[in-house]
């Protein structure tokens, strides 16, 4: 499985900002895709994630109802549409794969894009 992230920036507090992660390599059908990010000398965290089947989203406290996680199938691009963006926003955004159900932690997920830089401004 092969990922690439592309749409970070510099935004302006309360602005907005849409990622996209596109895959290819596999069928994805039994997959869920994930956003993280990860903030300088941060560990990396967990933003978002959804079913390629179903579309089941499920998403950090930090970013529910201000982030919408969605995925184009016949695109194979998964999306993380950003609302109302904060300076701790501020992090490499990556997008990830795996095979199986639901999961939030970094380890459990198999295949990584190179991450995009989002930068925040207060």
């Known amino acids: 499985v092969q990922l690439q992230a592309s749409g970070g920036g510099l935004v302006q507090a309360g602005g907005s900002l849409r990622l996209s992660c596109a895959a290819s390599g596999r069928p994805f059908d039994n997959y869920y895709m994930g956003w993280f990010r990860q903030a300088p000398g941060k560990e990396r965290e967990f933003v978002s994630t959804i079913s390629w089947i179903g579309g089941t989203t499920y998403y950090a406290d930090s970013v529910k109802g201000r982030f919408t996680i969605s995925r184009d199938n016949a695109k194979n691009t998964v999306y993380l549409q950003m609302n109302s963006l904060k300076s701790e926003d501020t992090a490499v955004y990556y997008c990830?794969?795996?095979?199986?159900?639901?999961?939030?932690?970094?380890?459990?997920?198999?295949?990584w894009g190179q991450g995009t830089l989002v930068t925040v401004s207060s």
């Open positions: 990830a794969a795996r095979r199986g159900g639901l999961r939030i932690h970094p380890p459990e997920y198999d295949s």
